[in-house]
């Protein structure tokens, strides 16, 4: 497969960051609402989509650090939207539970964020939303794959300085 020019690769990431940077903008004026962080949005999600988990598989599941979890979770905790409950099989680990007013709150914001994104989407003709979705797909595959190749050569380069 014939791989673009780098010139034009390196324009057109520079474009596409800029607009993840202005979305992820968006995203944070929408949820100022709730006073919410996206990384609280992405816990709220998970939580009320898959129900109690533990700290770090949340964040392991999230892509986000565990220092970061825990003063994400420490805020939702003040505000009693979660709570941190003994883990049923091993008492030096957390499971962490939406509160009854957490899961109304977590569906609330949810489904307002939901809509909007909703919305926005549906300003696309159903063809570009195909096309968007697939090529967002081939650029995650893409990406995994220039990672894992990444990883490889930093793992070989590791190994002949050792």
Known sequence: MEHLNCDSA???????????WKADHIYCTILQKWHLSLNSLWTLEALLSSGPNEPARLAD???IP???????????ERRSVIRREAHPTDRRRKRIRLTETGRA???EVCAEVNAIEVE?????????????????????????AAGEQFRQKEAARQSDAD
């Open 105 to 107: 709150f977590a569906a």
């Open 66 to 76: 565990r220092q970061t979890m825990t003063i994400i979770l420490d805020s939702l």
């Open 120 to 144: 926005a989407m549906s300003r696309l003709p159903d063809a570009e939303q195909r096309a968007f979705v697939e090529l967002s797909r081939k650029f995650y595959d893409a990406l995994k």
């Open 10 to 20: 390196r324009h057109n990431m520079a474009d596409l960051l800029t607009l993840w």
């Open 61 to 63: 599941r999230l892509n």
